[in-house]
Antibody, heavy 120, light 109 residues
Framework: QVQLVQSGAEVKKPGASVKVSCKAS????????ITWVRQAPGQGLEWMGW????????KYAQKFQGRVTMTTDTPTSTAYMELRSLRSDDTAVYYC?????????????WGQGALVTVSS | SYVLTQPPSVSVAPGKTARITCGGS??????VHWYQQKAGQAPVLVIY???DRPSGIPERFSGSNSGNTATLTISRVEAGDEADYYC????????????FGGGTKLTVL
């Protein structure tokens, strides 16, 4: 069965970086893109960007341009999201999700989420 | 970037029908996807491409899309349907293609 398993919770100081991993199983990794979504406490879902697991090309939401890097490691079927220069308002649960194929992507399988807390 | 507007909350009695709307400019030309998120859990896709259900999602969940409004309909609402619901589109022509609505809290009375 399809599974996305993310790395654990992290506590970081302002200005630091965090790298969240997302290990996929149960399907051929390079045939579906991976999207990253975050959710601040008590808030809605915010799309951060996505990466083509086939080409390795990412596309980031403008809000995160220059601070985020999304990568993949095909041999281990793992996607990564690194966010730099962390601020307190980056405190959130970070999700990876598999994108459906086709021309209008939905997100059909989600990781369990990784809580990132930014606090001095 | 494209904007999706949802009501913050909807309340419904058990056994009744809940309708959650998602407004967007000419949304009918886009494909709308819906997610259910229960407290403390990751979102779950419940409707994709306006009105398709993933396997395992009850037939009580249905979707429609017309004009400037897409609608998620939940028939014969159960206590277990209480959750936040989000609509989402993929705006491929935009620099910000992944777009979520603000979410609607469904309360079962």
């Amino acid at each position: 069965q399809v599974q996305l398993v993310q790395s654990g919770a992290e506590v970081k100081k302002p200005g630091a970086s965090v790298k969240v991993s997302c290990k996929a199983s149960g399907y051929t990794f390079i045939t579906y893109g991976i999207t990253w979504v975050r959710q601040a406490p008590g808030q809605g879902l915010e799309w951060m960007g996505w990466i083509s697991t086939y080409t390795g090309n990412p596309k980031y939401a403008q809000k995160f341009q220059g601070r985020v890097t999304m990568t993949t490691d095909t041999p281990t079927s793992t996607a990564y999201m690194e966010l730099r220069s962390l601020r307190s308002d980056d405190t959130a649960v970070y999700y990876c999700a598999r994108q459906t194929r086709g021309y209008s992507y939905a997100f059909d399988y989600w990781g369990q989420g990784a809580l990132v807390t930014v606090s001095s | 970037s494209y904007v999706l507007t949802q009501p913050p909350s909807v309340s419904v009695a058990p056994g009744k029908t809940a309708r959650i709307t998602c407004g967007g400019s000419n949304i009918t030309i886009k494909n709308v996807h819906w997610y259910q998120q229960k407290a403390g859990q990751a979102p779950v896709l419940v409707i994709y491409y306006d009105d398709d259900r993933p396997s395992g999602i009850p037939e009580r969940f249905s979707g429609s899309n017309s004009g400037n409004t897409a609608t998620l309909t939940i028939s014969r609402v159960e206590a277990g349907d209480e959750a936040d619901y989000y609509c989402q589109v993929w705006d491929s022509s935009s620099d910000h293609p992944g777009v979520f609505g603000g979410g609607t809290k469904l309360t079962v009375l």
